[in-house]
């Protein structure tokens, strides 16, 4: 009937991760450190759980980490982070396989993605993304390029309809309506 306490850790240094979550995406009781490599998460839609879930610091520094799911218990990398993060959430869930896009003001695609699940919410941390430079966030559209596991690369994502736009000017930046659920974890 009790719950048990542990700690642990995860590095991402490189690599290709993509995680189809039902539960809890990546799910780290402790602290969590990314520096390269490409990690993808499809899921959960429950809003009792989190494309991410960690108990202490999620530090980006490189490497791509697209995160799509319900936002109940919406948790963005910390703001400790030396690479930027966009954050959109949505008021109303968005159907399985709707391409999600970000593009800089100069209309440049910064990524494409489609998630295989319903969702509510889409992180994202790149390296293309960097302070003081507007960015918006579209659902559909369509896109070219190579995909694997829902994310384009080397292609081209024309926009679909907006969510809305920011400014860049802090670690992580949102985008949308709707919110997330409370997260009390120190990280967020």
């Known amino acids: ?12 240094t490189g ?9 809890d995406g990546i799910d780290v ?7 390269g490599g490409t990690a993808l998460v499809h899921g ?7 494309a991410l879930d960690y108990d202490g610091t999620f530090n980006i520094s490189g490497g791509v980490l697209i995160a ?13 982070s030396t690479q930027y993060t966009i954050t959109t959430s949505f ?5 399985a396989n709707t391409l ?3 593009k800089d003001a100069s209309g440049n695609t910064i990524v494409a993605f489609k998630p295989s699940k319903q969702y509510e919410s889409v992180i994202v941390c790149a390296p293309g993304i960097t302070r003081g430079t507007s960015y918006t966030a579209y659902t559909g559209g369509s896109v070219t390029g190579s995909e694997t596991d829902g994310y384009y690369v080397g292609g081209s ?3 679909g309809t907006s969510v809305g736009s920011a400014t860049v000017s802090s670690a992580v930046t949102t985008i949308g309506s709707g919110g997330g659920g409370f997260n009390p974890r120190p990280g967020w």
């Open 1 to 12: 009937g009790e719950m048990s306490e542990t700690t642990g850790s995860l590095t991402i």
């Open 15 to 23: 690599g290709w991760i993509a995680v189809y979550a039902v539960g």
């Open 91 to 95: 008021s109303s869930a968005k159907s």
């Open 29 to 35: 009781n402790g602290n969590s450190v990314m520096t």
């Open 44 to 50: 959960p839609t429950n809003g009792g759980n989190g």
């Open 68 to 80: 799509a799911g319900s936002k109940g218990m919406l948790q963005s990398p910390s703001t400790s």
């Open 100 to 102: 999600f896009g970000i």
């Open 157 to 159: 994502y024309t926009a």
